[in-house]
């Protein structure tokens, strides 16, 4: 995705915001469908679950290598996420908590200087995927972020989460898309590790827990 188009996105948005500036939105749980075809994160259940940790995705490409540190071509995030396996009716699984922290460092998703940060302001559906090869546990899960730099808020974003064993760097995944904005880091090859259209961690772990 191209920066312009980036910047364009972000633009429609507010314009968007201000056209029902004083209405007042529903907020519901509902979690968003992946567009095109997919191996893995197509089934899922309504379970307790709880992930943890934090990472580094060096995107693009979004293998296991990182990129030269001259690039800055890396995202660095903090999320968790916590369910028990409660749906409401309209059959969605609900979250119970939660937090992701995503900042991205590329040069071209700079806003006024700054790496773009996205920052969760509520967490309200997760999701057990039960189809993906994760070892140790996958999620797909998601809610409502803020823009940082802009302030724009009220997005709808969804991540796809998976703990492939230890270590986490070159084996655990991470992926967020945000479409109001035309936002996302998503690796869909399914020839690459882990779960596809999760990206490969070059640093961190993610920690599927046990729960009862």
């Known amino acids: 995705m191209s920066h312009a188009k980036f910047l364009a996105g972000l633009t429609a948005t507010v314009a968007a915001a201000l056209t029902v500036w004083g209405c007042e ?13 997919l191996f893995h994160y197509n089934q899922f259940e309504c379970s307790p679950l709880k992930i943890t940790g934090g990472g580094r995705i060096d995107y693009p490409p979004g293998t296991a290598d990182k990129n030269p540190p001259a690039s800055h071509e890396y995202e ?18 609900l979250a119970d908590k939660g937090a992701l922290e995503w900042v991205d460092h590329r040069p071209e998703m700079e806003i006024n200087g700054h790496p773009l940060n996205l920052h969760a302001t509520a967490i ?5 995927a039960t ?19 802009t302030g724009q808020q009220d997005l709808d974003f969804e991540v796809w989460d998976c703990d492939n064993g230890e270590p ?45």
């Open 124 to 128: 309200t559906f997760a999701e057990r």
């Open 131 to 149: 189809d993906t090869d994760c070892s140790d546990g996958a999620a797909h899960w998601g809610g409502k972020l803020r823009v940082q730099n």
């Open 168 to 212: 986490g760097v070159g084996h655990d995944g991470f992926a967020i898309r945000v479409p109001a904005i035309g936002y996302e880091v998503m690796c869909p090859d399914p020839d690459l590790p882990p779960a596809e259209p999760s990206c490969t961690l070059t640093g961190g772990n993610r920690q599927f827990h046990p729960t009862h």
């Open 25 to 37: 939105t529903q907020r519901q749980p509902v979690a968003p469908v992946v567009n095109g075809p």
């Open 76 to 93: 660095t995030f903090g999320a968790h996420v916590m369910s028990s396996g409660q749906t409401d009716a309209n059959g969605v699984c």
